[in-house]
């Protein structure tokens, strides 16, 4: 790999820079290809931040022999000019569009920084606030008599992605997710407990490739039984067996972002 296929990039706002990266990856993610390198610049809110992000860009610039990138939203046009004025190529991520959708609007946005995060909507934080509370209360089983009052219920094999998945949904859409973690009792008996039978319509099942879950595994219990390859087939298989049983037809996250598999849950839930 040379060094045209190595980027180095910069997500920096006077807020704190969760759109500006959000946007930024989602579009360097068409370069799969090139080997980039993360920096996240939050808080940049005066002109002497500014400066020294400047210098920052500038000796990586120099050093590299290439301009990193920059994914910015910086309302105040001081601070964006001298970010700018340095050694990069330098994306405001809402200049292209944010006239445009004004012109539309036949009004004038306000440009202030951190609009798109904060409390706008008291009615939808609190709902996201009480959403994660009910999904870590629910989270890897630990209250199953409540389980009724959940919107989403994930089942699967352990290490398949149910809790960060679970969060993520009550996070950004306000979704009660609980999850459910198939044991080994559960393999035995060869049925999923009733409380998820009284459910039915509320469960998202997942699978997941062998190899894959055995790599998760490695990294939480190295060289145990737990992760090994032989253990991971086994309780794949015989968890396919269990939705076979019950006619469910599992999402395979194999390859599937969090995002991506929270998307889906959210898209089958609307139709």
Known sequence: MNNTDQRTVFFVSESTGITAETLGRSLLSQFPHIDFTYYQR???NSEEKAQ???AEINRISKEKHYKPLVFATMPEQSISDIIQQSGCHYYEVFESILGKIGKDL???P????GMSHGLTNTLSY???IDALNFSLKHDDAMVL???GYSDVIIVGVSRSGKTPTSLYLALKYGIKAANYPITEDDFEKNELPQVLLDNR???FATTIKAKRLHQIREKRRPNSKYSSLDTCKSEIKKAQALYDRYGIEPMDVTSQSIEELAAQIVHQLRT
């Open 42 to 44: 939050p808080f940049v």
């Open 52 to 54: 020294m992000l400047a």
């Open 106 to 108: 036949q009004t004038e």
């Open 110 to 113: 306000t440009h202030e920084s």
């Open 126 to 128: 609190d709902a996201r």
């Open 145 to 147: 008599k409540t389980l």
């Open 201 to 203: 319509d509320k469960l």
